[in-house]
């Protein structure tokens, strides 16, 4: 299984980027799908989730500014950023919690991750 993440990139303060991340593999379904950042210095935090039915959560710091959602048929989480701030600055990793696997068991996949730079 192999989770691919995409978008980051240099914006200025106030502006908008959006990643996506694509899960490709011996996939059968995602429970959970998750964006994590981790800033330098700083322990890796939950950004924002997603679950097969569309239930989401968000950490409190990108609430009203993010938004996460997700194409099931496709096993591609996005992440729409909006009024990016520069305390928003880091590596930014999807995740896919408790993926079902075909012929059997389950595992949770980390991306690569994809750097996200706001300029202030």
């Known amino acids: 299984v192999q989770l691919q993440a995409f978008g980051g990139g240099l914006v200025q303060a106030g502006g908008s980027l959006r990643l996506s991340c694509a899960a490709s593999?011996?996939?059968?379904?995602?429970?959970?799908m998750n964006w994590y950042r981790q800033a330098p210095g700083k322990q890796r935090e939950l950004v924002a989730g997603?679950?097969?039915?569309?239930?989401?959560r968000y950490a409190d710091s990108v609430k009203g500014r993010f938004t996460i959602s997700r194409d099931n048929a496709k096993n591609t989480v996005y992440l729409q950023m909006n009024s990016l701030k520069a305390e928003d600055t880091a590596v930014y990793y999807c995740?896919?919690?408790?993926?079902?696997?075909?012929?059997?068991?389950?595992?949770?996949?980390w991306g690569q991750g994809t750097q996200v730079t706001v300029s202030s």
């Open positions: 997603v679950t097969t039915g569309g239930s989401t």
């Open positions: 995740n896919a919690d408790r993926a079902s696997l075909l012929g059997g068991g389950y595992g949770t996949y």
């Open positions: 593999g011996r996939i059968f379904a995602i429970n959970t």
